[in-house]
């Protein structure tokens, strides 16, 4: 069936530093790939998205790119700022899919300290 | 201008209480959907209404019972209320479609049992 694995947390990470989270699916043909953020006592927002392979996403200086042979859509950021604290989850939808179900990973809690 | 709204914010009850959630969104979107979020920030999907029809409906205790009196707006009422049901419930809606799927989250009503 459709799945999301992502990199347990949490990650703690200085300001500026580099962030990757690992994001992998399981999915057939090919789903539309979304990374939302949820911020501390807020509902989730959707950060990117990428509809096709090779697509690239890209919102407030973090990026996805969609990797069809690997089955991966890993989030990175260059350098990350104390706002950035939040949980990440990735998620997909599968191609076609009449019902607009999202299929979430289990989120990861990113803490930056100054 | 809130696109997805929820009321209540908090929710303290207990347990044994029957409760409702109001959820109402201004997007035009056709399909609205009821998540629970754990303590781990586990998302997990409960039930999906695309223009007042149950589409999605996961196994979840009857004492749950979703009612969508049109596409705008989706409540959700629970019955018997016990302490495992303490969590965070999101509602959130989506336009179902070609490519994409992207769902738009309301603030969440945090639920707590005593």
């Known amino acids: 069936g459709d799945s999301v694995t992502q990199m347990e947390g949490p990650v703690t990470l200085s300001e500026e530093a580099f962030l990757t989270i690992n994001c992998t699916y399981t999915a057939t043909g090919y789903p539309s790939l979304f990374w939302y953020v949820q911020y501390p006592g807020e509902g989730l927002q959707l950060l990117l998205k990428?509809?096709?392979?090779?697509d690239k996403g890209s919102n407030k200086g973090f990026e996805a790119t969609y990797r069809k042979e690997t089955t991966s859509f890993h989030l990175e950021k260059g350098s990350v700022q104390v706002s950035d604290s939040a949980v990440y989850f990735c998620a997909l939808s599968p191609r076609g899919s009449t019902l607009g179900r999202l299929y979430f990973g289990r989120g990861t809690q990113l803490t930056v300290w100054p | 201008d809130t696109a997805v709204s929820q009321t209540p914010k908090y929710l303290v009850t207990q347990m044994g209480n029957d409760k409702s959630i109001k959820c109402e969104q201004n997007?035009?979107?056709?399909?609205m959907y009821w998540y629970k979020q754990d303590s781990k920030k586990f998302l997990k999907i409960m039930f999906s209404?695309?223009?007042?029809?149950?589409?999605i409906n996961e196994t979840v205790p009857n004492r749950f019972s979703p009612k969508s009196p049109d596409k705008a707006h989706l409540n959700l009422h629970i019955n018997s209320l016990e302490l495992g049901d303490s969590a965070v419930y999101f509602c959130?809606?989506?336009?179902?479609?070609?490519?994409?799927?992207?769902?738009?989250f309301g603030p969440g009503t945090r639920l707590t049992v005593t």
């Open positions: 209404y695309n223009n007042k029809e149950l589409i």
């Open positions: 959130a809606s989506s336009q179902v479609g070609t490519g994409g799927y992207e769902q738009y």
């Open positions: 990428a509809t096709k392979a090779d």
């Open positions: 997007l035009g979107h056709d399909t």
